[in-house]
């Protein structure tokens, strides 16, 4: 006869006290059942979670300094014609700050062809596109992406060709018009820029502009103390030159 | 070690689980009789394989989960030119968390595989408890629950063009466990469970 059949037939014949007290220590029995298996389940859960913290160190996505750029691929206009781009072909992912590789810097800029602060400033974009590339500065080399979005007016890709031509803006503009690339990273106005190490690591936004990422110290750091904008060109030039990977 | 040699360490595991599930299970579960004397029964053979299934469905989750975590620290560790392609849905930002509680997805699958392991335990420790058949049918309702979820996941592989091994591996673990409960359910009912006892004790 099982335990539980005799503590029925205890229970059941109203042996009173002790029918309640072998009724608790079946409750027992069955709460230490749910307690081991607890502690077994707990225990396989937790082992996989220290498994997991201990063999990786995930970085959040995003585009505040220090965190991962999102990846985004589409179509980009080079100069020639419109041809599939993958932002994640200009990443080295093995790239370090004290890196002796001659892995480029990105310099991401979000803009509208209708609107006017991006036109404004497009001349100069497209001279420090220039000026930043390896042979003209002792810098490292830094890639010029723009990404086209249509938040202002109707836009097309016409325009942007149109656009880039009239600035002299000899880099990859790369087709965001339904601004799904624009909602990946957070722009909700343009122009915007952003630095992206080598390593695909966000080190400076236009949005948090006197915030730069260093990556010897793996923390942020004050681009300028002084009461002003910080431009691409300038966290350029203090970020990359801080520990622009050995140059 | 190739990604796809440890994958298929998960899939024995789970495979061998599945196997305790079949009537081969009777002759496989041999190797624990000595050590495991609730195997030499129908109940044990099913929890044994049931606690296969989930320590797999587990692994491989976690396993997933460590891809997220190397995946947001550049690296790449499952991609190819084919279409089994990890990279591109457990690195894709858009897809790789749940909806509701942005979560990556490994973590989720090592929670409910954890909470699957428990009733799986608890029924297996005390296989006599009244509460046996409602751990039953709560394990069954969980991994009916979680076809959605799977459907969904599907969904994203369909619209990327791509599958993701491990991601798979781990939807046929909840598969699996739903036949597992299934069958522990239908001998809950029989009198197979407990064969020459009363099954359970009921109370006043």
Redesign the interface.
């Known amino acids: 006869m099982?335990l539980?059949?005799t503590?029925?037939l205890i229970?059941?014949n109203g042996f009173g006290k002790i029918g309640e007290n072998m009724?608790s220590m079946?409750h027992n029995?069955?709460a230490s059942?749910?307690s081991?298996?607890?502690i077994?389940?707990?225990s396989?859960?937790f082992a996989?979670?220290l498994?997991?913290a201990f063999?990786?160190?995930?970085?959040?996505?995003g585009t505040q300094a220090g965190e991962?750029a999102?990846?985004f691929s589409g179509e980009a206009y080079d100069g020639t014609s419109w041809k599939s781009f993958e932002f994640d072909d200009l990443?080295d992912?093995s790239w370090t700050w004290n890196s002796t590789n001659d892995a480029p810097w990105i310099a991401v800029e979000f803009l509208d062809t209708d609107c006017g602060y991006c036109k404004n400033s497009a001349e100069e974009v497209g001279v420090w596109a220039q000026t930043y590339s390896a042979d003209q500065w002792i810098g490292p080399d830094v890639i010029f992406i723009a990404i086209a979005v249509e938040f202002v007016a109707d836009s097309s890709r016409a325009e942007i060709v149109e656009f880039r031509t009239q600035y002299s803006n000899d880099f990859r503009f790369v087709d965001d018009l339904d601004i799904s690339i624009a909602k990946?990273w957070d722009v909700t106005a343009t122009p915007s820029y952003f630095l992206v190490q080598p390593?695909?690591?966000v080190a400076w936004n236009s949005a948090v502009d006197k915030l730069g990422w260093d990556a010897k110290e793996d923390d942020t750091f004050a681009i300028t103390s002084e009461d002003r904008r910080v431009e691409l060109n300038e966290a350029i030039e203090v970020i990359t030159l801080r520990n622009g990977g050995g140059q | 070690m190739n990604e796809y040699a440890v994958l298929s360490i998960h899939g024995v595991i789970i495979l061998f689980g599945l196997l305790l599930l079949t009537p081969f299970g009777s002759s496989i579960a041999t190797i624990f009789h000595s050590r495991y004397e609730s195997t030499k029964t129908k109940r044990g053979q099913l929890i044994a394989g049931m606690v296969f299934v989930c320590?797999g469905g587990?692994?491989v989750s976690?396993h997933t989960?460590?891809m997220?975590?190397?995946l947001?620290?550049?690296?790449?560790v499952c991609s190819g030119d084919t279409i089994l392609n990890c990279d591109g849905l457990i690195?894709n930002?858009?897809y790789n968390t749940d909806p509701l509680f942005s979560q990556p997805w490994g973590l989720i699958g090592?929670?409910a595989f954890?909470?699957l392991?428990?009733l799986v335990?608890?029924i297996?420790?005390?296989p006599?408890?009244p509460?046996t058949p409602l751990f039953i049918k709560v394990g069954l309702g969980a991994t009916i629950a979680g076809l959605p979820i799977i459907g969904l996941l599907v969904s994203y592989e369909i619209k990327e063009g791509l599958i993701c091994p491990f991601c798979t591996t781990a939807h046929i673990a909840n598969v699996i466990a739903l036949v597992g409960f299934f069958l522990l359910f239908q001998l809950n009912e029989s009198e197979d469970w407990a064969p020459g006892?009363?099954k359970?004790?009921?109370?006043?």
């Open positions: 099982s539980h059949q503590i029925g229970d059941v009724n079946l029995e069955e059942a749910r081991e298996a607890g077994v389940a707990m396989m859960f996989g979670l498994v997991v063999t990786s160190s995930p970085i959040a996505s991962r999102p990846i990443l992912v990946e390593d695909g690591i | 320590f587990f692994t976690a989960l460590w997220h975590n190397k947001s620290e550049g690296q790449s690195g930002l858009s090592m929670v954890t909470a392991m428990w335990l608890t297996g420790k005390d006599m408890s509460q006892t009363k359970y004790f009921s109370r006043k």
